[in-house]
C-alpha cells in the first residue's frame, strides 16, 4: 500500500457520545479469507476486515490460486483452491501483517514447493524464528534472513508433531495447526496462557475436527475443508480505542454494535470495569461459535481508579495495551502493566514508543523491560505524536489527545488504515467537542 504519510490533527474533546457498527474483525477475517481460500467450494464473508492487513492475506491467496471477489458493503467471495495452492511465480506480500506471514507459512509448509514470503520494513524486523522452530520440527525446510523475513519455504509432507509455544502466541499456534491440517497423524499444540482461539472456532465452522483440553489443541490430520458463509463480528480491538475514550468522560454514553466478544479476547471489559467503566452487553448471540454482542459502556462519575495488568493478562491484552497505557494518566490510581515484552516485537517497540509519546504530552512515566507504569491523576498537554508508522500507536494517541489541553499532532496517521481506515471518522462522530 503506498499511502502518503499524513498527519492528522487532533482537538480535545467535552464528551465521547453516541453510537457506531465497527468493520470486521481483522483476527477472524485473516482466519476466514486464508481457510475459505484453502477450503473447497465458495464461501462468503459480509463484514470483512476493511484493514490493510486482511488485504494482504486476501492478495496472498489470490496468488496462491484463490478466487477473490470484493462485493458491495464489504463483503467478499473467495473460490478455494481445495486443499491445493498454486505455486506463485513471485514472492507473496504480507505487507505489515505478522499474521498473514506467521499463518500463511504453515498452511504452506505442508504444500509441495517454495514459497517466498516478504513484507514491509517494520514486518521484516519482527521475529520468525518462532514460526521455523515447528515447522522445521514437523520436516519443513525455511531459510530466513537473519532471524526474519524475506523468508523461503520449502514444503512437502511432514510429520505430526506435539508442539509448546515459548512465547504466546496464536500467530504461532494457528501456523502449526495449519501444518497438522494437511498432516498425517495428530499434531498438538500447548500453550501456557490461552491465546485467542479464534483458528480453532474457524477450522471447526470449515467443517474440521479439532480437540482441545484446557492447556492444548490437537487436530488429526489429513482433514479437508469445505465453503461456509458467515458474518465477520465487529473488532473488540478496534471498538478498544472507542471504549477507553468513552472511559475519560464522565457523562459519556457508547453503544457498539455486533462487536466479536470471544472471551479470548474481551478481558478489556474486565480491566475497563475494575477501573469503574459501567459496561454492559445486550443481544448477545452466536455465529460459528464466535460470540457477539452490542457493548453499552459509560464512565464512572467519580473518574477512572487503578488497576494492574499482569501475567496471563497481559497476553490476552496484548493489542489493547497501548490506548489503556495512553489513557493511564487519567485514572486517579494510575496503571501498572508487566509480562508484555512481546510489545517490544509488535509492528514498533510499542513500549518504547508508548513511554516517548507519553512524555511528550507531558506525563511521568516509568519504563520497564516488560511494561510500564502509568502514575494516574496527571494532566496532559497537546504535543506532535510520533507513531512510528504502527497504526495502534497512532489511534492510541488519539485518544488520549482527547483529554489533553490543547491541539495534539499524529504523525504518521495513515497507519491507522492497517486495521481501521475508518477510524478517525469515526473519532469525530463521537467526540463532541
Ligand atoms: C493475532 C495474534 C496476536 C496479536 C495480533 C493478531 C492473531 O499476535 O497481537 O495483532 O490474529 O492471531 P501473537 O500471536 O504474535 O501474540
Not at 464489504?74 to 483452491?81: L, M, P, R, W
Not at 502493566?337 to 516517548?356: F, G, M, W, Y
Amino acid at each position: 500500500m503506498s499511502t502518503a504519510i499524513q498527519e492528522r490533527v487532533i482537538r480535545p474533546a467535552r464528551n465521547v457520545y453516541g453510537s457506531l457498527r465497527l468493520p470486521g474483525d481483522k483476527s477472524i477475517s485473516h482466519r476466514y479469507a486464508m481457510l475459505g481460500a484453502f477450503a473447497e467450494g465458495v464461501s462468503r464473508f459480509t463484514n470483512f476486515s476493511t484493514g490493510a492487513d486482511c488485504a494482504s492475506t486476501l492478495a496472498c491467496m489470490q496468488a496462491l490460486g484463490a478466487q477473490v471477489k470484493r462485493l458491495e458493503g464489504d463483503a467478499v467471495e473467495i473460490t478455494g483452491v481445495a486443499g491445493r495452492v498454486t505455486p506463485a511465480a513471485d514472492a507473496l506480500d504480507c505487507g505489515n501483517s505478522g499474521s498473514t506471514m506467521r499463518m500463511l507459512s504453515g498452511l504452506l509448509a505442508a504444500q509441495e514447493g517454495s514459497f517466498t514470503l516478504t513484507g514491509d520494513a517494520s514486518l521484516s524486523r519482527r521475529p520468525m524464528e518462532r514460526i521455523r522452530k515447528p515447522l522445521e520440527a514437523m520436516g519443513a525446510r525455511l531459510t530466513l534472513t537473519e532471524g526474519h523475513a524475506p523468508l523461503t519455504i520449502h514444503g512437502g509432507k511432514l510429520t505430526a508433531i506435539d508442539y509448546t509455544t515459548p512465547v504466546p502466541s496464536a500467530q504461532v499456534k494457528t501456523c502449526v495447526l495449519l501444518a497438522g491440517l494437511q498432516t498425517e497423524g495428530t499434531t498438538t499444540v500447548h500453550e501456557a496462557v490461552r491465546t485467542r482461539d479464534h483458528s480453532e472456532l474457524a477450522l471447526r465452522a470449515f467443517g474440521a475436527t479439532v480437540t482441545r483440553t484446557s492447556g492444548s489443541v490437537s487436530i488429526a490430520g489429513p482433514q479437508y475443508l469445505h465453503a461456509i458463509e458467515a458474518a465477520v463480528p465487529g473488532d473488540l480491538s478496534s471498538a478498544a480505542f472507542f471504549l477507553c475514550a468513552a472511559a475519560l468522560f464522565p457523562g459519556s454514553g457508547l453503544v457498539l454494535d455486533s462487536i466479536g466478544l470471544n472471551p479470548t479476547r474481551a478481558a478489556l471489559l474486565d480491566v475497563l470495569t475494575a477501573l469503574g467503566a459501567h459496561i454492559s452487553v445486550l443481544n448477545l448471540e452466536e455465529k460459528h461459535a464466535e460470540l457477539v454482542g452490542t457493548i453499552q459502556i459509560s464512565a464512572p462519575a467519580e473518574g477512572m481508579g487503578t488497576t494492574a495488568v499482569t501475567g496471563a493478562l497481559a497476553a490476552q491484552l496484548i493489542d489493547e495495551l497501548p490506548v489503556l497505557a495512553a489513557i493511564g494518566p487519567f485514572t486517579s490510581g494510575g496503571l501498572r502493566i508487566r509480562d508484555a515484552k512481546e510489545l517490544r516485537v509488535k509492528e514498533s517497540d510499542r513500549i518504547a514508543l508508548v513511554a516517548k509519546n507519553l512524555r511528550a504530552m507531558g506525563a511521568e512515566v516509568i519504563e520497564f523491560e516488560d511494561g510500564l507504569d502509568v502514575p494516574g491523576g496527571q494532566t496532559l498537554h497537546g504535543a506532535t505524536i510520533d507513531s512510528g508508522g504502527d497504526h495502534r500507536i497512532a489511534m492510541a494517541f488519539a485518544v488520549a489527545a482527547l483529554r489533553a489541553e490543547g491541539e495534539t499532532v499524529i504523525q504518521g496517521a495513515e497507519s491507522a488504515a492497517i486495521s481501521f481506515p475508518e477510524f478517525f471518522e469515526m473519532l469525530d462522530l463521537v467526540a463532541e467537542r
